[in-house]
């Protein structure tokens, strides 16, 4: 990596680091903060609503990857309903191409496994909460492996970790 992209890396990584924080509310009463670094790129209302966030990687890697984090808020009638919603979603990701579970889960209602996306591995992260009688499903997805490097992957998993502190309370 030549010395103006290590430079630029850096600097990028940290003001993402400083990045203050954009609070999102949702479906009545779903709140959460992302870095404002992180770029909306689609919103739903109704049931489900969804927020979908790309989260900025700078290197090259980008061109052909889409590095992403989304907040989905469904009603469900009851624990039950949540559960079935969780067992859906579950599923769905187990046919997505070259599927594996990958490393430890984050707790209760929580799935991390890679799968491809246009021929490129991907690494997700799931977790689901049950509240007020809605589903709140937060995945994370950023590709496998990024030029942009390791700082750049822990920064993404600190952002989705704190959005997973913000929806668990």
């Given at each position: 990596m030549s010395l103006f992209r290590s430079t630029l890396l850096a600097g990028t990584?940290?003001?993402?680091?400083?990045?203050?924080?954009?609070?999102?509310d949702m479906a009545g009463g779903v709140s959460f903060n992302t870095p404002d670094n992180w770029v909306p790129i689609m919103e739903t209302q109704g049931d489900?609503?969804?927020?979908?966030?790309?989260?900025?990687?700078?290197?090259?890697?980008?061109?052909?990857?889409?590095?992403?984090?989304?907040?989905?808020?469904?009603?469900?009638?009851?624990l039950a309903a949540f559960e079935r919603y969780v067992a859906g979603a579950?599923?769905?990701?187990?046919?997505?191409?070259?599927y594996q579970p990958a490393g430890q889960p984050d707790g209760p209602n929580s799935y991390a496994y890679t799968a491809q996306e246009s021929g490129s591995p991907y690494r997700y992260s799931e977790r689901?909460?049950?509240?007020?009688?809605?589903?709140?499903?937060?995945?994370?997805?950023?590709?496998?492996?990024?030029?942009?490097?390791?700082?750049w992957a822990s920064a993404f998993d600190k952002g989705c970790d704190a959005i997973a502190a913000d929806l668990a309370r």
């Open positions: 990584l940290l003001l993402a680091g400083n990045a203050h924080a954009t609070e999102v489900p609503e969804v927020r979908v966030f790309q989260v900025p990687d700078p290197s090259p890697t980008a061109s052909r990857s889409l590095a992403r984090v989304s907040v989905t808020v469904k009603q469900v009638d009851d579950t599923q769905k990701a187990k046919t997505l191409a070259a689901y909460w049950f509240r007020n009688n809605r589903a709140i499903q937060l995945r994370c997805v950023r590709p496998d492996r990024s030029e942009a490097g390791a700082a």
